[in-house]
């Protein structure tokens, strides 16, 4: 249990409203700088005024803090995690300022995002940049972890009980968040796509485990204007092509979330379930690792392998499938945005 040369996690997250006053004010931080007018916020909020105004995703990582809190506690790691979110309460700059009067000086970082690209690694590491290049500490990225064998091994079971409810004969749905087709592009490096490989690496060791012949990657939350190619086919459309093709019942597994937060509550559970209510399909969601203690104590281990190697040590890496351990720094060109210069931490 050495972690050194570390003297706090912290967990990095999205954010999201928790009452209907913040809803507006927290879309225009995501999209700030996109010109986006007040009006088209407010519409899309109407997704999370559908659920009281409330986001589930700062629960769930109350509860993914305590999880890992109560791990280290049982594991006896003396360290202490600290939580803060890109675009709401609490935010990163006041989680820094927090570690900074603790007297924290070297802190690894676990981001709620297991894959490569812009908007799920690049972007998190611009504003941890920001909020941290002027203070006295450290900061470092513990590695994407989708390929880590307890993150496969979750989704393994989740989708084996989501299969229970419908049927074995149900289609498999793996579903992520969609991007620009050049954001993927650009994912791991110029040409690298890596934000869809990962994925599908994924699928695939979940269907291997679970001996399907019946699977499919797909694609939700979609936004941007329609003239911009995104990665696809998106969830609804997907389904209607599956009734065609006479499949009667889907599992829905969304591998491209750790939580259920709103795109997994509003895109999959209210609107992709009406769409196979609609065409007349069996439906049942996988879970989504949210604050399993089990991922908890992944999120340990890839802290001491990171600890391990910071003091010169040759860990082990577990991984599985064709992609091996993603490196602890990012290479200069990884998932550039090309429309942003912005400096970001290594």
Known sequence: MDARPYDALLLVSFGGPEKPEDVVPFLENVTRGRGIPKERLVEVGEHYFGFGGKSPINGINRELLAALRADFAEQGLDLPVYWGNRNWDPYLADAFEQMVADGVERVACFM?????????????????????????????????????????????EFTRTALAEVGPDAHVVFVTHSVPEQMNEASGGPGCGL???????????VSESLGLDAWSLAYCSRSGPPSQPWLEPDINDHLEDLAERGVTGVVLVPIGFVADHMEVVYDLDTEAKATAEKLGLRFARAA???????????????LLERAAAERGE??????VGEFGPKADTCAIDCCVNPRSQRPVLA
């Open 314 to 319: 040759s860990p082990e890496r577990p991984v």
């Open 112 to 156: 709620t995002s297991a894959y490569s690209s812009y908007s799920s690694c690049r972007q998190y590491r611009e504003n941890l940049f920001e909020v941290s290049h002027d203070l006295p500490i450290r900061v470092d990225r513990l590695r994407h972890h989708f390929n880590h064998p307890v993150f496969v091994e979750l989704f393994t």
């Open 195 to 205: 934000y869809e490989r990962q994925h599908l690496s994924v699928a695939r060791l």
């Open 288 to 302: 989504s690792p949210n604050a399993d203690p089990r991922y908890a104590a992944m999120v340990r281990e890839l």
